[in-house]
Every structure is written in C-alpha cells, then in structure tokens.
T-cell receptor, first 112, second 113 residues
Framework: LAKTTQPISMDSYEGQEVNITCSHN???????ITWYQQFPSQGPRFIIQ???TKVTNEVASLFIPADRKSSTLSLPRVSLSDTAVYYC?????????????FGTGTRLQVTL | AAGVIQSPRHLIKEKRETATLKCYPI?????VYWYQQGPGQDPQFLIS???????DKGSIPDRFSAQQFSDYHSELNMSSLELGDSALYFC????????????FGPGTRLTVT
C-alpha cells in the first residue's frame, strides 16, 4: 500500500477554487488514486477516482501527472458546505473487497 | 436511491456488556465492510465480507466478531465492551470488484460507560 502525504489543513474563501495535493512516491503500477470526503459524524463519501491524466465529474477534478507520484484534487468554487476532511487513498482496488486504509486527511475550512 | 442502512444509530452500553450492530447494504451490493472511527481519529478498517465469506480482517479485537447473512446484511457483535470501544462504527458496501468505490452508511455511535 502506497504511503500518502497530504496537508493537514487548508483554508479557503467561498467561491474560490481549492486544490489539495497528495504525494504518493511509492505508487505501484496497479494502484489507483481515490478521494473521499467526510463531514463530521458522517460516513466518508466517495468523490473521485483515477489512474492517470485527468478525471472530472460533477463534484471535482483529479489531476494526475505522468509519473503518478502525486495527484491533485480540485474543487471548483467551494461553498461553506464543502468544509470537510478530504482523504487521498492509493492502492490496487481491482480485486474483490478492497479495504480502505485512511491516513491523515486534509481538513478544509471554507469561510465567507 | 437506496443507501446503506445501519441500526441502531445510537447505542449506550456499560463496560463488559455486549452489543450488536446491524448493516443492510445497498441492494445488489455483495460486499460489506466495517470501519471504526474513534473521537478525532481517522476511520480504521475492521473486517470485510464478500459473498457471505470473510474476505479481509484488519485491527479488529478478538472480542469482536462479524458475519454476513444470506440476504447480505451483516452484523458486528461486540462483547466485553471497554471504554475504548466508544466510537462511530461505519458499515460500507460495494458491488463485486467495486474496489475503492464504497458507499458508507450513517454510522452507529456506540458509547460505553
């Protein structure tokens, strides 16, 4: 399982774009990069997953450079409701029952 | 859309008592996971089941056991409860080979006094 490193906390104003970078220098060939969001006292929520280049959905974008040693979760025009902890997970999730190993996530605080 | 259902949502027990947490996965999801999240901590994987068979085991105490039934719901049984077991317990489900795309329930908050 690749070790991940991400900032402990970030602050942003409402309406700004937020980019959270995750380092995973030891990523393996079969590993995918997955991001989860967690609000206080709620279960984590899957946001986005990617293997290389760029992935975009209705919530966020995920940028993965060619060497895949890092990735950036981009949240466009954040609002107060985006205040949450964001987790970056890296691993081979192609099998059955792939457990999630949560490291220390990034606590994003959005203010007016 | 149907979500993962957990019951009860809150549970208060005394030390040395037992507790049973239930999880009903999203329909057609055959894989269930249990996670524990202590106060101020990150979620920690406990155990998972695929097609009613235990598929992986994490940092689950021997006092805890779990199983998945024929209807795919799962139960986490906790005995000889300790104060340190107080936490949020999340159940998640996924489709076969759903990998890291798991859907979490609202959690059961267990308080041991």
């Amino acid at each position: 399982l690749a070790k991940t490193t991400q900032p402990i906390s970030m602050d942003s104003y409402e309406g700004q774009e937020v980019n959270i970078t995750c380092s995973h220098n030891n990523i393996a060939t079969n590993d995918y990069i997955t991001w989860y969001q967690q609000f206080p006292s709620q279960g984590p929520r899957f946001i986005i997953q990617g293997y290389k280049t760029k992935v975009t959905n209705e919530v966020a974008s995920l940028f993965i450079p060619a060497d895949r040693k890092s990735s950036t979760l981009s949240l466009p025009r954040v609002s107060l409701s985006d205040t949450a902890v964001y987790y970056c997970l890296v691993g081979d999730n192609t099998g059955t029952a792939s457990k999630l190993t949560f490291g220390t996530g990034t606590r994003l605080q959005v203010t007016l | 859309a149907a979500g993962v259902i957990q019951s009860p949502r809150h549970l208060i027990k005394e030390k040395r008592e037992t507790a049973t947490l239930k999880c009903y996965p999203i329909p057609r999801h055959d894989t269930v996971y249990w996670y524990q999240q202590g106060p101020g901590q990150d979620p920690q994987f406990l155990i998972s089941f695929y097609e009613k068979m235990q598929s992986d085991k994490g940092s689950i105490p021997d006092r805890f056991s779990a199983q998945q039934f024929s209807d795919y719901h799962s139960e986490l049984n906790m005995s000889s409860l300790e104060l340190g077991d107080s936490a949020l317990y999340f159940c998640a489900s996924s489709q076969t080979q759903g990998g890291y795309e798991q859907y979490f329930g609202p959690g059961t908050r267990l308080t041991v006094t």
